[in-house]
C-alpha cells in the first residue's frame, strides 16, 4: 500500500430555502408542544440537495453525485492533485486542498455548491492534506504537511490568515464541537498541538504515541483519541485540561477512529492486523478485536449508532459492524482499492470511493446490498456528503382552515437551510380551529 494512501484523510465536517410540507414523500414533519413544526428531510423529497463530492486525485476534479438519483454531475477542476475536503455546516461551500507540485506552495479550491462553481485558488502552505471547518462555519483550518503549519481561511472572505506553526508533518485536524480548539496530529515530531481558535494561536504540543496519524473527539467534546499508527495505541486527550491519558493498546497500525453518535464507544481500524478494536469511552478500555478485510482504511457510522461501516482496502469490500454486539458480518463486494466511506444524514446509503476503479459504490444500508457503481475520475478517494446541519427546516403558517371542525389544518412555508419547494398541509387540534368550528375548507 502507498505512503499516499495510507496517510490520506478526510475530514468531514446554513443557507435558506423554501420547502413543502405534508404528504410529500420523504419529509418528515412533527410538531412540538408549542404548534411549531419540526422538519427533516431526507433523500426522498423531490428536490433535495443531498450531494456526495468526490475527489478525484489524479484527475484534478470533483464529482458531484446527487443522492437521490444516485447519478454523476459533470466534473468540478479544482486543480492539479487534488487530497482533502470538507464542506461548510450551511452546505453552501466545499473546500478542496490542492498540492499541486507538493515543492511549492500549495492552494484551497472553494465550491460554491449552489451552482457547482469552483471559485479562485486560496493560497496556503506546501502540501496541504487536510482540511476542518468550525461548527460555525466561519473558519476551515487546512494542515500543511511539508510546511508544518496550519493556515486558518475565513470562510466569509475566503483569505488565508498567517500560517500556525505546529510539529512536522501534520497530517490530521479536529475542531471540537463547541468550535474552541482544533487539534492537529504531528507524525514527524509524535505531537499533537491544541490551537485556540479565537486567537489562533497554537499552544504547547501533547506527547503521544509514535506517528499519530489521526484524531476524533467525542460528541460532548471532552475527549480527543488520536490513533498513533507507529505504537500500535490510541492515546486519549482530555480536552479541558490538554493531558494525555495512558495509551491504549489497538492492533497493528491503526490509522482510523470513528466514534458512535452516543459517544459510548470508539472504533479502531488497524491496517495491518486487519481488524477493529472497540474502545470503551468511559473507561478507555479496548474489547477484543474484530476481523474484518485486509488493509481496513476507513469507518464510518451510521446516525443511528448502530452500524459501523469498514473499508478494506486490500480485499475490495466493506464490513458492516453491529455495534450492539461487535460483531461483523458478511462482507459487502465493491470496487478496487475501497478507501474512504460517507453516510447521508438520513442513514439509508452508504457511499464508498473505489480508488482502483475510478467508481463510488453506494451501499444500501437497510439490506447491506451494493448498488451498481458511480463512474467518476481516476483514483478517487475523499468524499464528503451534505451534512445534516444543511437540512434543518423550521415552518410558517400561511394559512390555517378546519377540516373536520376542531382540527385546525395549517398550510405550511417550510424554511430550510437546503431544500426545494413543494406544498402540503398538516393537522392538529388548535384553540384556533375551535373558534371556527364550522368555517369552511
Known amino acids: 500500500m502507498s505512503v499516499l494512501r495510507l496517510n490520506a484523510r478526510l475530514l468531514v465536517a446554513s443557507g435558506l430555502l423554501i420547502i413543502s410540507a405534508g404528504a410529500s414523500p420523504g419529509l418528515a414533519a412533527t410538531r412540538a408542544a408549542d404548534g411549531t413544526a419540526r422538519v427533516r428531510a431526507t433523500d426522498g423529497l423531490p428536490g433535495n440537495p443531498v450531494t456526495a463530492y468526490v475527489v478525484s486525485n489524479n484527475s484534478g476534479t470533483v464529482t458531484p453525485i446527487a443522492t437521490a438519483a444516485g447519478t454523476a454531475g459533470p466534473p468540478i477542476f479544482v486543480g492539479s492533485l487534488p487530497y482533502a475536503i470538507t464542506i461548510t455546516p450551511d452546505g453552501k461551500t466545499v473546500y478542496v486542498t490542492v498540492r499541486g507540485d507538493q515543492s511549492s506552495s500549495g492552494s484551497i479550491t472553494p465550491i460554491t455548491t449552489a451552482t457547482s462553481a469552483a471559485g479562485l485558488p486560496i493560497p496556503v502552505g506546501i502540501n496541504p492534506v487536510a482540511i476542518a471547518v468550525t461548527p460555525d462555519g466561519r473558519t476551515a483550518y487546512v494542515a ?19 500560517p500556525i506553526p505546529v510539529g512536522r508533518s501534520p497530517l490530521d485536524i479536529a475542531v471540537t464541537p463547541d468550535g474552541k480548539t482544533a487539534y492537529v496530529a504531528n507524525p514527524g515530531s509524535g505531537t499533537v498541538t491544541p490551537i485556540a481558535t479565537v486567537t489562533n494561536t497554537a499552544g504547547p504540543p501533547i506527547a503521544t504515541g509514535s506517528q499519530p496519524y489521526v484524531i476524533a473527539i467525542t460528541p460532548d467534546g471532552r ?37 458512535t453518535p452516543d459517544g459510548r464507544t470508539a472504533y479502531v481500524a488497524n491496517d495491518i492486523a486487519g481488524t477493529v478494536t472497540p474502545i470503551t469511552t468511559a473507561t478507555n478500555t479496548a474489547g477484543p478485536p474484530i476481523p474484518v478485510g485486509l488493509y481496513p482504511a476507513r469507518i464510518a457510522i451510521t446516525p443511528d449508532g448502530r452500524t459501523a461501516y469498514v473499508t478494506n482496502e486490500g480485499s475490495a469490500s466493506v464490513t458492516p459492524i453491529t455495534t450492539a454486539t461487535n460483531t461483523a458480518g458478511p462482507p459487502i463486494p465493491v470496487g478496487q482499492d475501497p478507501f474512504i466511506i460517507a453516510i447521508t444524514p438520513d442513514g439509508r446509503t452508504a457511499y464508498v470511493t473505489n480508488a482502483g476503479s475510478a467508481s463510488v459504490t453506494p451501499i444500501t444500508t437497510a439490506t447491506n446490498t451494493a448498488g451498481p457503481p458511480i463512474p467518476v475520475g481516476n483514483d478517487p478517494y475523499a468524499i464528503v456528503i451534505t451534512p445534516a446541519s444543511a437540512l434543518q427546516c423550521r415552518s410558517e403558517p400561511i394559512t390555517a382552515h378546519c377540516r373536520p371542525p376542531g382540527e385546525c389544518h395549517h398550510r405550511l412555508r417550510f424554511l430550510c437551510r437546503h431544500g426545494a419547494v413543494a406544498a402540503g398541509t398538516l393537522g392538529r387540534p388548535s384553540a384556533r380551529c375551535n373558534r371556527c368550528p364550522r368555517q369552511r375548507n
Request: net charge negative; no cysteine.
Open 223 to 259: 475527549t480527543a483519541y488520536v490513533a498513533n499508527a507507529g505504537s500500535g495505541t490510541v492515546t486519549p486527550i482530555t480536552t479541558a485540561t490538554n493531558t494525555a491519558g495512558p495509551p491504549i493498546a489497538t492492533g497493528s497500525l491503526p490509522d482510523a477512529i470513528a466514534i
Open 144 to 162: 500543511n504537511e511539508t510546511s508544518g503549519t496550519v493556515t486558518p481561511i475565513a470562510t466569509v472572505t475566503n483569505t488565508a490568515g498567517p
